[in-house]
């Protein structure tokens, strides 16, 4: 009786095991066939969301998706691992979504995954961050070199073309890193503006905190910190705080979210903050244009604007062409 009942037990506990699996693995796949009512799979493939802006571009995506029954997008974070996204990628192709939305870590290895979805006849819209090649169906995002050249001009206005200058590079494997700082050079050009310190902290506060204290360590003087996006000039702003400097320098920064970089305007943290807008209303009307068979636009470039404690009032102003 007893070996009759031990054996029942072990059977359930096999069995549970065996359902639980199955189920966590359907889960895992984020599948099509998940009872969805949707008529469209969007697969969204996210490089992290370690930092507000990306958790923002996330909410724009839903909230865009929200107004259209017939898609249903399912999300991936692939935690600032570059293997990881490129097997999201791989995971949505063998799952037969019908698009994929990727905003990519580097561009260099989520090259094929991307161009292999593109060339399996999934319509692939990277956005924010590029990819290399022309493998795809569009890149939507605003021009980083155009926004590293504003900057650029607007330091060497603010400062009267003079001045000591540390740029807090964010990831220089990614493209608006690149970018960023490509734009910047340009835009400085001409002026009497000297970079003392560049480093690239991979657009994470703390990597900036931790690079502008040896900033400040080496450098007497410093007049201005141009950090790639707002949790960099936030993180170096941090650090001349501790150091008690904070006061001797300004601090500029990309992203210029409403809950971020603008807060920080308005603190008088930060002198200006560049917009960067995430691009996730315009990656769903994109991705429902090609779903419907529309013919889109390779590129989709979003215009940006710059705040300052003189214009966030008025919401910022426009970058000029
Ligand atoms: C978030 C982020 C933003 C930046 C963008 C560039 O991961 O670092 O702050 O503007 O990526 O791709």
Redesign the pocket.
């Known amino acids: 009786m007893r070996k009759y009942y031990l054996l029942q037990v072990t059977y359930a506990i096999l069995l549970s095991a065996v359902l639980s699996i199955f189920c966590a693995k359907k889960e895992e796949a984020g599948a099509p066939e998940a009872k969805s009512k949707a008529r469209w799979i969007i697969g969204m493939s996210q490089?992290?969301l370690?930092?507000?802006?990306?958790v923002q571009?996330n909410a724009d995506i839903k909230k865009a998706a929200e107004e259209h029954p017939e898609i249903e997008v399912v999300f991936k974070d692939a935690q600032?691992d570059n293997l990881r996204q490129r097997s999201h990628v791989e995971e949505f192709v063998s799952s037969g979504v019908n698009l994929i939305i990727i905003?990519p870590k580097e561009a260099a290895p989520l090259t094929p995954p991307v161009s292999e979805a593109f060339r399996h006849g999934i319509p692939v819209i990277v956005l924010?961050?590029r990819v290399l090649g022309a493998d795809y169906t569009c890149f939507i995002?605003a021009d980083?070199k155009k926004i590293g050249e504003a900057v650029g001009r607007w330091i060497a206005r603010r400062l009267g073309s003079q001045g000591k200058v540390v740029e807090l590079k964010?990831?220089m494997t990614?493209?608006?890193?690149q970018d960023?700082h490509a734009g910047f050079v340009e835009g400085i050009r001409g002026s009497q503006l000297e970079v003392i310190f560049e480093a690239d902290m991979k657009?994470?506060e703390p990597n900036a905190r931790q690079e502008m204290e040896s900033a400040l360590a080496r450098f007497d003087k410093i007049n201005l910190v141009y950090a790639?996006?707002?949790?960099?000039a936030h993180g170096a702003w941090l650090a001349a705080k501790a150091a008690g400097r904070e006061k001797e320098m300004i601090f500029v920064g990309?992203?210029g979210l409403p809950q971020e970089g603008q807060v920080y305007v308005r603190q008088g943290i930060l002198e200006a903050s560049f917009e960067?807008p995430t691009g996730g209303k315009e990656a769903i009307e994109t991705a429902l244009a090609i779903l419907n068979g529309q013919t889109v636009p390779k590129e989709l470039t979003l215009p940006s604007r710059v705040f300052t404690a003189a214009n966030i009032e008025q919401g910022g102003e426009l970058l000029s062409e």
């Open positions: 490089c992290n370690g930092e507000p802006w990306r571009m600032n905003s924010d961050r995002g980083n964010g990831l990614s493209t608006p890193g960023r657009w994470l790639h996006n707002d949790p960099g990309i992203d960067y």
